[in-house]
């Protein structure tokens, strides 16, 4: 699902405000981690420093990572723990109400990333997009893979955590 090559024209659509938090949540991070390891002493470093790797994991997962991203083959949605790669040919609709929805011959899938009121403002532009999509070359089918980065990251913090707190105090 490597679509780098397409860079050229493609249009993203993301909240404005979630990735504004995620930063602002980072730096929090940061400073608390750094904090940590100046004063804190014995196991709550460790355990403090899993903590804010597994929050801010998530927070990476459902603030800053969705995303629709329009390119001239095809639409990309990403969610939290899984992309959808949906070529301009497979998609039969776009529509929102309170988030998007786009439906192909077998099934419909949603985006966590244009939610809300404002969603009802993508489809025209997606629906623009896509007819322009579907002047090219008709390649490519439906993938839905997981986000295996974001799925490990929270595997490993979640298991990081379990182990510090089942290592007796001594």
Not at 6 to 17: D, G, M, N, S
Not at 25 to 35: I, M, Q, S, T, V
Not at 60 to 71: D, M
Not at 89 to 111: F, M, N, P, Q
């Amino acid at each position: 699902m490597d679509r780098t090559s397409e860079v050229a024209h493609v249009e993203t659509f993301r909240p404005r405000l979630a990735p504004l938090m995620a930063i602002a949540w980072y730096l929090l991070a940061a400073f608390g981690g750094y904090d940590l390891v100046k004063r804190g002493d014995g196991r709550e470093v460790p355990i403090g420093l899993a903590c804010v790797a597994l929050i801010s994991v998530v927070v990476y997962a459902i603030a800053q990572r969705p995303a629709v991203v329009a390119g001239p083959s095809g639409l990309l949605l990403r969610n939290v723990v899984r992309d959808i790669w949906l070529p301009w040919h497979a998609v039969k609709s776009i529509e929102a109400t309170w988030s998007l929805s786009i439906a192909t011959a077998d099934r419909r899938y949603g985006s966590w990333a244009v939610t809300g009121s404002k969603a009802s403002l993508f489809p025209d532009r997606l629906e623009q997009l896509r007819r322009r999509g579907l002047h090219g070359e008709r390649t490519g089918t439906v993938e839905v893979r997981p986000a295996w980065p974001v799925i490990a990251a929270f595997g490993v913090t979640v298991v990081a955590l379990v182990l510090l707190l089942a290592i007796p105090a001594g």
